[in-house]
């Protein structure tokens, strides 16, 4: 089975974005943050079919993707990011090779909601990230019906239809950058995942 190209563009991206010499990523940030890519793909009203690869929710309400899983694998195989203590991170030979695929327009939509998501982090953390995502209804309810389950299929894209509707025109006039109701989003979802624990 050969790379998934948007999964192999999908890890690179993430790794330059949120690992460094300095910090490293688990395999679950990528999923992660891949997920949180395709959620915005969505807000933006594209269609998931053209995301690329799919999400499952695994039992404990995070998403996994097994293309994911496999680029990061072979990623790490072929010397494009590095492996330490089971974290990863990007080399330079991965940065070039990133470079080199920016500059494909097939991948300039992707880079908008990649980037959207990673940014989040500069207002939570990757661990309230984490937290807000377990409160998406999607992962909500893999998390409740105890079960990997296929995410983002078209009964769960109604729900978030609505949410983001809500969301778009609570923000009306802020303009068109993504990282607005990214961050917004994540927020409320946050809110909500620390209601739920009290």
């Given at each position: 089975?050969?790379?998934?190209?948007?999964?192999?563009?999908?890890?690179?991206?993430?790794?330059?974005?949120?690992?460094?010499?300095?910090?490293?990523?688990?395999?679950?940030?990528?999923?992660?943050?891949?997920?949180?890519?395709?959620?915005?793909?969505?807000?933006?009203?594209?269609?998931v079919s053209d995301w690329g690869y799919?999400?499952?929710?695994?039992?404990?309400?995070?998403?996994?993707?097994?293309?994911?899983?496999?680029?990061?694998?072979?990623?790490?195989?072929?010397?494009?990011?590095?492996?330490?203590?089971?974290?990863?991170?990007?080399?330079?030979?991965?940065?070039?090779?990133?470079?080199?695929?920016?500059?494909?327009?097939?991948?300039?939509?992707?880079?908008?909601?990649?980037?959207?998501?990673?940014?989040?982090?500069?207002?939570?953390?990757?661990?309230?990230?984490?937290?807000?995502?377990?409160?998406?209804?999607?992962?909500?309810?893999?998390?409740?019906?105890?079960?990997?389950?296929?995410?983002?299929?078209?009964?769960?894209?109604?729900?978030?239809?609505?949410?983001?509707?809500?969301?778009?025109?609570?923000?009306?006039?802020?303009?068109?950058?993504?990282?607005?109701?990214?961050?917004?989003?994540?927020?409320?979802?946050?809110?909500?995942?620390?209601?739920?624990?009290?």
């Open positions: 089975m050969g790379l998934n190209p948007e999964a192999t563009f999908d890890c690179l991206f993430i790794g330059d974005r949120l690992a460094s010499e300095a910090r490293t990523l688990a395999a679950s940030e990528f999923h992660l943050f891949a997920y949180l890519g395709c959620l915005l793909w969505l807000y933006d009203r594209m269609p799919e999400f499952v929710g695994t039992e404990l309400g995070a998403p996994y993707s097994q293309d994911i899983d496999q680029a990061l694998r072979l990623l790490a195989e072929r010397g494009y990011l590095a492996t330490t203590d089971e974290r990863l991170s990007i080399t330079t030979t991965g940065l070039d090779a990133l470079h080199d695929l920016s500059m494909l327009s097939i991948n300039e939509g992707r880079v908008e909601r990649l980037r959207a998501a990673c940014a989040s982090t500069a207002a939570l953390s990757m661990g309230m990230v984490g937290c807000a995502l377990t409160e998406e209804p999607e992962l909500r309810r893999a998390r409740a019906i105890p079960m990997s389950r296929r995410l983002l299929e078209e009964s769960g894209q109604t729900q978030l239809y609505l949410q983001f509707d809500a969301l778009r025109g609570a923000l009306q006039g802020t303009g068109a950058d993504l990282r607005v109701p990214a961050v917004v989003w994540l927020q409320a979802l946050y809110r909500a995942a620390q209601q739920v624990e009290r």
